[in-house]
């Protein structure tokens, strides 16, 4: 069964720190997804991992993927109150059909002036 | 068009009603998934549909009956539900092979 394990799930920084977010997988994959959810809101796709080493950024957030390490991370650089939400990391396993994404915990993160 | 149409936005049905949850998408996708999600929880995958043929069903109740009449449409049908089945529905759709999947904005259920 996928675990999919993120740390931590409760952040509160203030504006301009940097901090990392951590999402560990169980199971062989090299498809990992970032999403951001507001209050009452759907998912917003934030990046999306497809080989090991990959790497996007996004304004003050960057996303890496260490396959062989099973691990994910988000980093937040210089942060904003505009970025206080509950980020998701999810891994999808094609085994040759459709499996639907497996989500960590979330990490709910605010932002404090 | 990269976006996943859900309707109702919002709902509120007794234990003896039925209803349906409606989920579109024209983006040529071939895997159309629901998911739930309780409050303050990551969404738990319900379905998956992979060419409109049901590919996976993660233990879900009876209660829930999903439907994919052609490859936009995917249904959710809701009968003698729970007030613990009160949450927030998503339907999400991805290319096959999935490397990306869009989310819809949910149909928040309310069941009293």
């Known amino acids: 069964e996928l675990k999919v394990e993120q740390n931590p799930l409760f952040l509160s920084m203030q504006e301009g720190k940097n901090y990392t977010i951590y999402c560990n997988y169980s199971?062989?994959?090299?498809?990992l997804y970032w999403y951001r959810q507001d209050p009452g809101k759907s998912l917003e796709s934030l990046f999306v991992?497809?080989?090991n080493g990959a790497v996007k950024q996004e304004g003050r957030l960057m996303a890496s993927l260490d396959t062989k390490a099973r691990l994910s991370t988000l980093h937040i650089t210089a942060a904003v109150h505009d970025l206080s939400a509950t980020y998701f990391c999810a891994v999808d396993i094609w085994g040759g059909g459709a499996d639907g994404l497996t989500f960590g915990k979330g990490t709910h993160l605010i932002i404090q002036p | 068009d990269t976006e996943v149409t859900q309707t109702p936005k919002h709902l509120v049905m007794g234990m003896t009603n039925k209803k349906s949850l409606k989920c579109e998408q024209h983006?040529?996708?071939?895997?159309m998934y629901w998911y739930k999600q309780k409050a303050k929880k990551p969404p738990e995958l319900m379905f998956v549909y992979s060419y409109e043929k049901l590919s996976i069903n993660e233990s879900v109740p009876s209660r829930f009956s999903p439907e994919c009449p052609n490859s936009s449409l995917l249904n959710l049908h809701l009968h003698a539900l729970q007030p613990e089945d009160s949450a927030l529905y998503l339907c999400a759709s991805s290319p096959l092979p999935p490397n990306e999947a869009f989310f819809g904005q949910g149909t928040r259920l309310t069941v009293v």
């Open positions: 199971t062989t994959s090299d498809r």
């Open positions: 991992l497809l080989s």
């Open positions: 983006m040529g996708h071939r895997a």
